[in-house]
């Protein structure tokens, strides 16, 4: 015991203190198991790596503005057997952001989109990759506020920084200028260079007409859509039959277009 405490301020002068959090376990396992020197040292080494890699997690996932209940464990896929949960543990291998492309969920109200875009950036996180999650309406909002106080271009920086970009409630709400030239300027500048993931109340169909300008929102869509994995859900909501679903409903389909 006496050592351990000499060895405080080598460890915190190294920034290697949380080795401290195992110390006293390993060393009683290293005297029962009568472990090698460099076996103990391999198994605090693996700690400490360990304990440095869920902090890194841990500060991903608060940046990424995510509530970490919203996992993919915690999705429930029971709701109706229709539910490509196959198509969503693809999606959850993060093969799209490392190809730089977007995803888009589509479905009515309450059917889970939120749900699943959060467990995906949450998926994201897990995985290495930083992540911003954001309510579109809201962060053509926060976009729009740097023009008062000449931040505009750091906080369009914000939103082209990370790996995975996910814009929530795409369409909810209309669009005034200068929201749509805003939110071309951030799906152009992701282009090929980072991936989104949209979720949207509306029909692709229903798209162009949220620009208010035929040329913005054909040169927009046509940058996010391209190579995008569109996920499609219809059914029942699930805020209406409670955490659980519904017992009997329509299925719920999602499907996917490469």
């Known amino acids: 015991m006496e050592m351990i405490h000499q ?14 959090e195992t110390m006293e376990v390993r060393n009683q396992q290293a005297i029962d198991g009568r472990w090698t020197y ?17 902090k890194q997690l841990g500060l991903r996932i608060r940046r990424a503005g995510i509530h970490t ?8 896929f029971d709701f109706n057997p229709a539910v490509n949960r196959q198509q969503i543990l693809d999606l959850a291998a993060c093969v799209y952001i490392r190809q730089k492309r977007n995803v888009l969920l589509c479905g009515p109200t309450g059917v889970g989109k939120t749900h699943l875009a959060q467990a995906l950036a949450h998926e994201a996180c ?9 309510n579109t309406y809201r962060m053509l909002q926060h976009i729009n506020a740097g023009r008062a106080d000449d931040s505009l271009e750091r906080r369009f920086q914000s939103y082209l ?3 995975l970009l996910v814009l929530d409630d795409f369409g909810l709400k209309s669009l005034h200028p200068p929201a749509p030239e805003d939110l071309y300027d951030i799906v152009n500048g992701r282009y090929e260079q980072g991936s989104i993931l949209l979720t949207s109340n509306r029909a692709l169909e229903e798209w162009p007409e949220l620009f208010n300008d035929p040329l913005l929102a054909s ?17 029942a909501s699930y805020r209406a039959h409670g955490p659980r679903g ?13």
């Open 38 to 54: 460099v076996e103990f040292l391999s198994r605090l080494l693996e700690d400490e790596v360990e304990r440095r890699a869920q």
């Open 126 to 134: 897990r995985k290495g990759y930083t992540a911003l999650f954001v």
């Open 246 to 258: 519904p017992e009997k409903e329509a299925p719920i389909i999602a499907t996917a277009t490469p």
């Open 7 to 20: 060895m405080v301020p080598h460890l915190k002068r190294l920034r290697l203190s949380g080795i401290l």
């Open 69 to 76: 209940t919203k996992s993919l464990e915690a999705f429930n």
């Open 161 to 163: 920084r990370p790996d």
């Open 219 to 235: 040169a927009g869509l046509d940058r996010l859509t391209h190579r995008a994995e569109v996920v499609t859900i219809t059914g």
